[in-house]
Structure formats: C-alpha cells, structure tokens
C-alpha cells in the first residue's frame, strides 16, 4: 500500500525543522498578543483546578459519608469538623459535596467556553497576519524563484499547508493546553493525596509518553510526505487547466489521467500511513489506561485486606476510588493529547513548509541606502554586461548598448540569443553578473525597484488580464486616474471601439486572464494600461505581433504617438518595426554581433541581411 509514499519518503530534500524551531516561530506570531493569551491560561487554570477537585469530592464523600468507619478522625474531611454519626447528617454531607461536585463541573464548562472563545479569536486573527506574511513574501520573492518553483507547489502553502493550521487553531491546540495542565494537576494532587499510592498508580504513566512521543514522531514524518505530495497534485492540476486546450489537441486525455492518478496515489498512502499513525495512539492509550486501573484496584484492595497500609501510608476506600477517578481523569486528557497530537504534527509538517518558504531569500533587493528614482530622461546604457540565470551559464557575454533619449531600439536575433534578458535587466527583474545597466547615467541596483518600475512600461506578447472590471484593468498601473484619463488611454490604443461594445462598457468584469476576449483586445487594453501610465521607457516584446494586420496599423499609428520622445525597446519579429527603429541590435549566443540602422546592416550583407532573406522579407512581403 505505501509504495508510492515510501518512495516520497526518500525523496525529500530538505532535512525538516525541529519542532522547537517551528514552534517558535509560531510563537512570534502569539507573542504580541501576550495579554490575550494570559485571559487564557487563567481560565486554563481555572478550569483545569474545578475538574481536579472532582475526584477529591468524590472520595470526601465515600470516606467521610459513606464508608466513615474506615476513617479514624475527620481531618480528612475538610468540609466538616468531626464525622456525622446521623443518617441524616450523613445524606445533609452528601448533598453539599454534591451540589459541589455539580456546581464544578458547571462553572468549568462556563470557564471552558469562554476559555475557547478567547483562544480561537486571538488564533484567528495570528492566521490572518500569517496569511499577510505570506503574501506579501510572494510579491518580495524574485521571478527567479518562480521560474524555479512550480506556481502549484506555492499554491499548496497557501491553501491546503495553511488549512492544517487552521485545523489546528482553535479547540485542538487548546485542548492540548488544557490537557498537559490537567495531567500535571492531577499528578500533584495524587501526590498530594497518597505518595506511595499515587507513585505506584503513576507506573503505567511514562510507557503512555513514550508511546504519544513514538508515534506522533513517525505520524509526522508521514504529514510532512502528505503535505509535500498535495503540492505536486495541486502543480498537475494547475498545468492541466491551463493546457487543457494543448491536452486536447494532442489527445493526451488519458496519459495526463494516468500521470494524476500516480499523484494522487501517493498523496493518499502517505495520508493513510499518517493516519495510521496518529490513530493508533488513541486505543493504545485507552488500553494502559484500563492497565492503570486494574493496577489501582489491585493495589488498592491489597491494601485494604492487609489493614489499610500501603507501604506506610493509609488507603482508605474512598482513596480508591478518587484514584480511580483520578486514573480515568488523566486518561482522558493523555488521550486526547494522543488523538489531537495529529492535528498538531499535520500543522507542524505544514508550518515547516510555511516556514521554509518564507526563509526563502529573494535574488536580489533594494540596497539599504536605495535612493528614488529621479524622473527618467531616457537615456539607457548597457556596459560590458553579463548575465545569467543559473550559475555558470552566461546568458549575456559582455553587451555595449547605448540608447539615447528617444529612440526606439529593436532586438532581433534567434530563440535563445539573449534578447528577453536584455528586456528583463532594464525594469531590474534580475540583476546583471557583471557589468552595470545604467539609465541617465544612474545604476538601477543604486534605486529603489518600485520608484525604477514605476516609470518604465510594459507590453509582452502574453498579456495578463485580472478578473475584474475593464476600467480597473486600465487603470491598474495608475490607481488614482480618472475615468476620463482611462478612456483617453483606451481611445490611444484603438481599444474604445470593442470596449463600447460590451455588455457593460468600461464596467464590463472580464474573465479569468481576460477570457471572453480576442487576443488581440487583450492586447489592446495592455497597450492602453500602459499609455495610461505615461511611461518615460517602453518596453515592447512585439505588443503588435497577436493582432491582425488592420490592427496592427491602426495600434502601430497610436504607439508612433506614444513612442515620441520615450526610449523604447522592441524585441522586433515584424518588418515595420525594424524600419521604423533608430537602431537594431542583434544578437547570437549573447552577443550584439551588428548594430545601426535596417537600412546600414542590409549594406553589410552579413548576418542581419542572412536573416532578413529568410525570415522578414517573407515577413515584410505579408504585410
């Protein structure tokens, strides 16, 4: 059954947390609320000592009311001063303890719930400042990281490795709480009540801990495995919905059911090995509990058939059965302890990837002493830059560019040249190996990446559209424009005509990724988001390429507009826009092996005009 899981098991990479580490952590989160938590271990106290003093009652009322015979004086029995010898003042002693032993339990129930109330507040309102961290983590992190992780896997974290949390918060972890003050009242005031007894009752006590600690050891092991497992099921379901179309055009239906079914398999077994685990503890406990007893009688009653003493000290019949009351109340909270110490290690496994997630480093941040970004002129060059996304394996080998205010700059060359890590370096998405990327003479890693980003705009090929309003998506770049702004914008980018045509208009809510949208009107409203923002750079991955060529005119007409006196970069795959840039960069291998005008690098005849031949000529000839 656990084949998959097993080899899960083997298949962890990084070593996990000690529990201290992440219980610690957690507790960073609890410690500013410290006042709420002292409410809670009060009524904890509170509640702890009214249930304890149940199996004292208890046996007051055998020794004292019931059985008085078998007690020499009335020292024991601390609600009376001497021992009634009456029916009626024994039933009078009966009734008070009683009423005492009932008012206990309804003043710990009362206690209880508020206890809960407060907890599960203070609780929630720590997730909801996890949640904060964790998102705002998200948008710290680098695209570096996302291109090494898989977006299911950081979905997981946030969903199901925080619903474990959830889980957790709340009556598990208070009743764990609640459980190890309960057993330690109890334990005190056996002692209290009889050492030797309580010492010999107690035996069975430490074979329960080694087994709670035995078997949440290896349930956590199997949630940490579970909540890996869930990540990679969560990954395959996120790629599926966004291939789907690509899933059905290659029939591959079945294959990708099979590849799920696999996941989700081992997802199972290791839940089911963690179950396994967790579950076990509650009947184990439950049985040396029942053990516990029967050793209390036995001693107790050997006791009592050999004069009362147990190795020097009195056993009375009421001391069985407080003892008795006394094993089944720590029985209780040991076993509760055993059965929601799975909640607890399944939020442990959780916390640790939480943890490890937001230990995550990003590859690069503002310095300590980043300046803001003065207003952008334009001018932006590029010094002998290196770059790279994986250690060792330049991507950029040394590139010399340099573009004044103004111009419009296009990047041609073959998949993997360089030319999409040029455009990344510029808005600081990762940082150069070697080198310096300079805008008016300032290195972007000596500015803030906010105040550098908020002057640069962006159009690429894969336009993202929110969820939401076609106004808000415009607008997304400017919060504070107004709507006339917006429509101006919209009206720039040739998308007014289509927007008016919506159901709503403006206000019309767009699907998941702009679904319900050409192509090509995504496109137009990214251009418009972007003419919104004013930028003083430009960058431009073919923003035209997705539209048809009516289109394209009438977009290419609203960009001449928008390019004038900004420096733009355009990874270049149609003709226009290489006649039309100031200069064209190409690049091999990482290298600008030419540059200058279409016109300078066809006189050339080399590779530039080698390209051109066969690729836009043909290109050209269509439009």
Not at 10 to 34: N, V
Not at 98 to 113: D, E, F, P
Not at 263 to 291: C, F, H, M
Request: hydrophobic share 45%; aromatic share 8%; glycine share 6%.
């Amino acid at each position: 059954m656990f084949d998959n899981s097993s080899q899960l098991f083997g298949a962890e990479i990084k070593k996990p947390r000690s529990i201290s580490d992440t219980l610690s952590r957690f507790w960073q989160y609890f410690r500013t609320h410290k006042l709420a938590l002292l409410v809670v271990v009060l009524l904890v106290l509170v509640s702890t000592g009214l249930q304890t003093a149940v199996p004292v009652l208890t046996g007051q009322a055998v020794d004292c009311y019931l059985v008085p015979d078998a007690v020499d004086s009335a020292e024991s029995c601390f609600l009376t001063a001497e021992i009634p010898t009456t029916t009626a003042g024994r039933l009078a002693g009966l009734a008070v303890l009683s009423l005492a032993i009932a008012a206990s339990y309804l003043l710990s129930a009362l206690v209880s719930g508020l206890q809960f109330y407060n907890f599960a507040k203070t609780g929630y309102t720590v997730l909801h400042e996890l949640r904060t961290d964790i998102f705002r983590h998200i948008h710290r992190l680098s695209l570096g990281y996302f291109s090494r992780n898989s977006a299911g896997d950081t979905m997981s974290r946030l969903t199901n490795d925080i619903d474990t949390i959830v889980q957790m918060i709340g009556f598990p972890l208070l009743s764990t709480v609640q459980s190890i003050f309960a057993v330690t009242f109890i334990i005190v005031a056996m002692l209290v009540t009889n050492v030797p007894y309580a010492l010999l009752s107690l035996a069975i006590l430490p074979v329960m801990v080694i087994s709670v600690q035995w078997f949440s050891r290896q349930a956590r092991k199997a949630f940490r495995v579970a909540r890996q497992s869930i990540g990679d099921v969560n990954t395959d379901l996120q790629e599926n919905i966004a291939a789907v179309r690509e899933v059905q055009a290659f029939s591959r239906e079945e294959e990708n059911i099979e590849q799920f079914r696999s996941q989700n398999a081992a997802n199972r077994d290791a839940n089911v090995r963690a179950q396994v685990y967790s579950t076990a503890l509650g009947p184990i406990v439950e049985a040396l509990g029942y053990v516990n007893i029967a050793i209390i009688v036995a001693l107790g009653g050997y006791a009592l058939l050999n004069g009362g003493s147990l190795l020097g000290a009195t056993v009375s019949a009421g001391t069985i059965v407080a003892f008795i009351q006394f094993s089944q109340s720590y029985q209780r909270p040991v076993q509760q302890i055993a059965v929601l110490w799975a909640n607890i290690q399944s939020a442990i496994a959780g916390g640790e990837r939480i943890f490890d997630f937001m230990d995550e480093v990003p590859d690069l941040e503002d310095k300590a002493d980043a300046r803001s970004m003065p207003e952008i002129a334009g001018r932006v060059t590029l010094e002998n830059v290196w770059a790279e996304y994986l250690p060792g394996e330049p991507i950029l080998k040394g590139v010399d560019i340099s573009a004044e205010k103004g111009q419009t700059i296009a990047i041609v060359g073959p998949t993997g040249a360089g030319k999409t890590t040029i455009i990344n370096l510029i808005p600081r998405f990762y940082d150069v190996t070697k080198g310096a990327l300079k805008i008016d003479g300032i290195d972007v890693r000596d500015v803030t990446r906010e105040s550098l980003r908020e002057q640069i705009g962006i159009v690429l090929q894969d336009t993202f559209l929110f969820s939401d309003t076609v106004t808000n998506n415009i607008r997304y770049g400017r919060p504070a424009a107004t709507d006339e702004e917006v429509v101006a914008a919209a009206q720039l980018a040739r998308a007014d005509t289509f927007i008016d045509r919506l159901p709503e208009g403006y206000e019309t809510v767009l699907g998941e990724r702009g679904s319900g949208l050409s192509q090509g009107q995504r496109q137009l409203i990214a251009i418009a988001r972007v003419a919104l923002m004013n930028p003083r750079i430009l960058i431009l991955d073919e923003a035209t390429s997705s539209v048809d060529t009516r289109t394209e005119r009438e977009i290419q007409t609203a960009l001449d507009r928008l390019l004038a006196g900004r420096t733009s970069f355009v990874v270049a795959h149609r003709l226009s826009t290489i006649r039309n840039a100031d200069q064209v960069l190409v690049l091999q291998a990482g290298r600008v092996i030419e540059q200058g005008t279409h016109d300078e690098l066809l006189e050339q005849s080399g590779f530039y005009a080698d390209l051109y031949n066969s690729q836009f000529r043909r290109v050209g000839d269509g439009e």
